[in-house]
């Protein structure tokens, strides 16, 4: 399963855009980046997910580079509701064969705190 | 639409017991995945079922177990409850077919403690 580094935590002002990096220089060409959120004690709620292209959904842009090796979420506009752990996930979404397809790995992600 | 509901909300067990929780998926749904969440381990990865069969499965013990039936609801069962099993039990449902999974829709959990 590729790995990926995000920074432990990270503040945003409200009103303002929150830009949450995540490295996944080890994903394979097949793998699309799935971002997830998890506000305190509920279950992860989908984003957004992107292959080579960047994204764009109501909740947030993605922006993955071109050698694939790193990409960025952008909640344009953060809100107090933002604040949550957010996950960028390497995810099988064709099946290839292997035991990884369709399975989800999280790490420890992000913290993001959006203030007044 | 509906989402993914998962039942009860909020269990407490003794060491020893054992429990089933419940997972009815997102019409259309048939890949359900169970997930775990701990304060040490994250977010760890159960199982996943698809048309009654599990078709993949996390580094978990075998005293976990689960099942899906025809209507794609699924259950997991914990035997011999550890203490350590104390956590928030996800699942997650997706579309998918032979060839590709869509992006996951989680359930609010089932949050056991083990006493």
Known sequence: DAKTTQPPSMDCAEGRAANLPCNHSTISGNEYVYWYRQIHSQGPQYIIHGLKNNETNEMASLIITEDRKSSTLILPHATLRDTAVYYCIPFLRINAGGTSYGKLTFGQGTILTVHP | ?115
């Open chain 2, 1 to 115: 639409k509906a989402g993914v509901t998962q039942t009860p909300r909020y269990l407490i067990k003794t060491r020893g017991q054992q429990v089933t929780l419940s997972c009815s998926p997102i019409s259309g749904h048939r890949s359900v995945s169970w997930y775990q969440q701990t304060p040490g381990q994250g977010l760890q990865f159960l199982f996943e079922y698809f048309s009654e069969t599990q078709r993949n499965k996390g580094n978990f013990p075998g005293r976990f177990s689960g099942r899906q039936f025809s209507n794609s609801r699924s259950e997991m069962n914990v035997s011999t409850l550890e203490l350590g099993d104390s956590a928030l039990y996800l699942c997650a449902s997706s579309y998918r077919d032979r060839g590709m999974v869509t992006e996951a829709f989680f359930g609010q959990g089932t949050r056991l403690t083990v006493v």
